[in-house]
C-alpha cells in the first residue's frame, strides 16, 4: 500500500497495569456518534448502562457486559474486546453490521471517569465512523469531566450540543443475556498492534497519579507517499 503512518510514541510505565485497573463496574453516562442509526436509537433509549468489565482468563481478551432497559426489559449485551499491546487499545468486530471498530481510552481516571473514542470501518462499503463515549464509576460525573468530554468532541469536529446525556431509569436486573460475540471476535493481539483502518492519530500516553491520559495527542501525521511496504492488511 501507497502510505507511511507515523510511529506510536508512548510512556509506558505510568499505564503499565492500564487493564487491571480499568477492569470492573463502569456506567456510559453520554455518547457522540457520527452513525445517524446509532444516534437515533440512543435518543430512543437515552439510559445509562451498566458497563461490568472482565478478563478472560488465559486469552488477550476481556468482556464488556452491558446491562440496560429495552421496550421496559432489563437485559444484557456481551461483547468480547481483543487486547492489544498498547494500554487503553481495544478491537472488536460487530458481525452484524460487518464493522472492525478501534476502541481507545483517551483520558481516564481510574476511581472517577474513563473517555472513550470509537473509530470503526464497515465493510466492504468502507464506511466509517466516529463515536466518543464517556464512562463513569458512579451515575453521576462533574463538571470538569463533562468539560473534557465536550473537548474531545470539539476536536473531532462533531458538536457537542448533539451529544447524547443517558438518563437513569433504576436498576437493572437482567433475567436474560443476548449474546453478540461471535467467533470473530476472538483475535489474536499481535494482529492489531497497528490500526485496522488508516490511523491519523499520534499516540502518546501520560500518567499523573491515579490519572492515566491515554493518546493525548490526537494530531495528524499521514505522510502520503509513494512508498511500498511490505506489510499485509489484517484479514478480518
Known amino acids: 500500500m501507497f502510505m507511511l503512518i507515523s510511529s506510536v510514541h508512548l510512556k509506558m510505565a505510568g499505564c503499565k ?35 461490568d468489565l472482565k478478563h478472560v482468563p488465559t486469552q488477550h481478551n476481556f468482556t464488556m457486559t452491558s446491562s440496560t432497559f429495552k421496550n421496559g426489559t432489563c437485559g444484557e449485551t456481551l461483547t468480547v474486546y481483543s487486547l492489544t ?23 481516564i481516571n481510574y476511581d472517577e471517569y474513563a473517555l ?19 464512562y463513569g464509576r458512579t451515575m453521576s460525573v462533574s463538571a470538569p469531566v463533562l468539560d473534557q468530554f465536550k473537548a474531545l468532541i470539539r476536536h473531532h469536529e462533531m458538536s457537542e450540543d448533539a451529544a ?34 488508516d490511523s491519523p492519530f499520534d499516540m502518546r500516553i501520560i500518567i499523573n497519579n491515579r490519572s492515566c491520559v491515554c493518546f493525548q495527542a490526537f494530531v495528524p501525521q499521514i505522510s502520503r507517499q509513494n512508498i511500498t511496504t511490505e506489510e499485509k492488511q489484517s484479514d478480518v
Open 17 to 51: 497495569h492500564f487493564f487491571l485497573q480499568f477492569t470492573g463496574r463502569w456506567y456510559e453516562m453520554a455518547v457522540l456518534s457520527t452513525c445517524p442509526h446509532y444516534m437515533q436509537r440512543k435518543k430512543r433509549h437515552p439510559v445509562i448502562m451498566a458497563l
Open 85 to 107: 499491546s498498547t494500554p487503553g487499545r481495544f478491537f472488536h468486530r460487530v458481525a452484524r453490521f460487518g464493522a472492525d471498530v478501534d476502541s481507545f481510552v483517551t483520558h
Open 116 to 134: 472513550m473514542l470509537q473509530l470503526s470501518t464497515e465493510q466492504p462499503s468502507g464506511n466509517k465512523t466516529t463515536t466518543v463515549k464517556l
Open 164 to 197: 447524547i446525556m443517558n438518563q437513569r431509569k433504576g436498576d437493572c436486573f437482567p433475567g436474560k443475556q443476548m449474546m453478540e460475540e461471535s467467533a470473530n471476535h476472538q483475535v489474536a493481539v499481535s494482529h492489531y498492534d497497528e490500526p485496522v483502518h
